[in-house]
């Protein structure tokens, strides 16, 4: 193959190349990277060879300052991606950055495309948060060969080698809080059991959708097989709880199908709510068919449910700071654009075609008790808790 024949000439091109970035100020040399930087510094001769046949530098090496990067968001319909769109726009430029930020509606050929432009304008990292988690292969890979570094971010970067590493919150965690906080909800308000309960999921294509899930289930499951909770619809597999693209009214559609066939004349005392909006969703369909409110897990900390629980109309959200999230990525990033590669993972995932680097922070379950503490340096959070 045509790569193997000029293997050694073109591992001297990316030599040179790399001692030429050095010299116009792209940072430090490829060959002095840490030895726990990887991906990208840890990537084979071979790889780097092919990035530099294709003219671009790989980012181990480091680029330059102002450098273009990418930012490609799933949709803006829910606060934490649009708090995502501020906030990489706000801190990449105060590091001196160019940004281009897009956001695809929830469409994957959007995305595709939208990718696809942030590698024609010499983006030197684009960070992305998939719509479809499996459905990006082709393009990540044509920004990989490009030397592009690809950060997946909030959500994983499935069944492609194109992706350098994952800034997220623990997705299993997250689900774990989702399921305790439901139980301990149910004993703190429901007095005693058995519970009526249904359950939630979000958008199938979203790869967090399943594992948030799989983490609220491992809590749950244990107590519907004791009997503890009854799901009076059967319904208990992720296909047939997920809400497709995350869509509120679709949630709340389905609530309004359970509550009218199965809670007609039955109380229905708690739902797990894969995020906040679809938690809002589910707590005006019960109102709506004059059921008691039942306990509703929740995510994001998004503005409005924060006032439904400090109100005591949800019962709780999980925490996932926006800021912290950016701030990671940015530090990444500036990693990269120094030579210093991708900083040191702290756990790992199989994408289906790699291990991925997961740079992973902790979410924090909110309830009324705790939404004080919880916020104490979030001001704006913290002002709608009166
Ligand atoms: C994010 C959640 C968000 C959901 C819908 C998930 O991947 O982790 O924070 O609510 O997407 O936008």
Redesign the pocket.
């Known amino acids: 193959m045509k790569m193997r024949k000029h293997l050694s000439l073109l591992i001297a091109t990316a030599m040179v190349a790399t001692v030429g970035l050095t010299g116009c100020g792209g940072g430090r040399k490829a060959t002095t990277e840490p030895e726990d930087s990887k991906p990208a510094a840890a990537e084979s001769s071979t790889q780097e060879a092919a990035a530099t046949e294709s003219g671009t530098q790989k980012p181990a090496a480091g680029f330059k300052e102002g450098a273009t990067i990418g930012v490609s968001l799933?949709?803006l319909?829910?606060?934490?991606?649009k708090e995502a769109e501020e906030m990489f726009k706000t801190q990449l430029e105060a590091e001196g950055f160019k940004v281009i930020i897009q956001a695809a509606d929830n469409k994957v050929p959007q995305q595709q495309q939208q990718i696809e432009s942030m590698i024609q304008n010499g983006a030197k990292v684009i960070i992305v948060?998939p719509v479809d988690g499996s459905q990006l292969g082709s393009v990540l890979e044509e920004a990989e060969a490009a030397g592009i570094a690809i950060i997946g971010y909030?959500?994983l970067l499935e069944n492609t080698t194109g992706v350098d590493g994952v800034v997220?919150?623990g997705?299993i965690k997250?689900g774990e809080l989702q399921g305790q906080a439901l139980l301990d909800g149910l004993a703190k308000e429901k007095g005693k059991g058995p519970y009526n309960i249904e359950l939630f999921g979000?958008?199938p294509a979203?790869?967090?959708?399943p594992n948030?899930f799989k983490g609220a289930m491992s809590v749950l499951q244990p107590k519907i097989d004791d009997g503890t909770l009854v799901v009076l619809s059967g319904q208990t597999d992720f296909t047939q709880c997920a809400t497709l693209d995350?869509d509120n009214a679709k949630a709340q559609s389905r609530m309004d199908s359970l509550l009218s066939g199965f809670y007609s004349d039955k109380e229905i005392h708690g739902v797990l709510s894969?995020?906040?909006?679809i938690a809002r969703a589910i707590i005006t369909a019960s109102e709506q068919a004059g059921q008691s409110i039942p306990v509703v897990s929740g995510?994001?900390a998004?503005n409005e449910s924060v006032e439904w629980i400090w109100s005591g109309k949800q019962y709780s959200t999980v925490a996932?700071p926006t800021d912290a999230l950016v701030g990671k990525t940015v530090d990444i990033i500036k990693s990269l654009q120094a030579g210093n590669g991708m900083p040191k993972a702290d756990t790992s995932v199989n994408n289906g075609k790699k291990d991925v680097d997961v740079y992973e922070l902790p979410p924090i379950v909110v309830t009324k008790e705790n939404a004080k503490e919880a916020f104490a340096n979030d001001p704006d959070r913290l002002s709608l808790l009166k």
């Not at 979203?206 to 959708?209: F, G, L, R, S």
């Open positions: 799933p949709w319909g829910t606060q934490n991606w948060g909030d959500r997220q919150f997705s997250t979000g958008g979203d790869p967090n959708a948030f995350w894969p995020n906040d909006g995510l994001d998004e996932k």
